[in-house]
């Protein structure tokens, strides 16, 4: 008779994911994702399989969790230059406060795995085709770009960029003053 599972295999997943976040897929050895998760590493093959579907499945993890959340942080009451002004300032004071200069899991995958593995280019390119509807979307709620389908477009890639810029930021260290800045000139061409 097998032994009933005592763990939860989203939480592993969520650890595995910290794990590659940190230090990236080439970084991330088997023995870290078996000291995040508490696994063997058999359990980890049995559950995920190879260190690349883990990270494949770490991503998706990552964009299952971040986009509802990027949705919360942008479907708020306001003007679109608020929620900007909201979803840009909540990154750096969640960074601020805890101390938490990993980068944006997304933007990681994208410079570290995107180039070499066809599949993470895959969901690197899907999870950002995302964040852009979503902008546009939020775009879309006020003037001009309530009737200007283009213009809606161009602005949310303008803020796409922005906010991966300022993710990016983020992770090198850069002071508070500047990643205000960066997030005001963003949210201001809104």
Known sequence: MARPRTFAPDAALARIKDAFWEKGYEGTSMQ???AATGLKKQSLYRLFGDKRQMY???L???EENEIRKAAELLETPGTAKERFAGFFGHFIDD?????DRRGCFL???AVDQAQVD???LRQVHRIMEQVARL?????ATSKPYDTDAELTTKKA???MASYLGLRVLIKAGWPEDYLRLSARAAVEAV
């Open 32 to 34: 870290d994702i078996e």
């Open 56 to 58: 494949l499945a770490a």
């Open 60 to 62: 998706r993890h990552y």
């Open 95 to 99: 960074a601020l406060k805890t101390g």
């Open 107 to 109: 933007c990681n995958a």
């Open 118 to 120: 066809k599949e993470t």
């Open 135 to 139: 902008f546009e979307r939020v775009l």
């Open 157 to 159: 890639a303008h803020l």
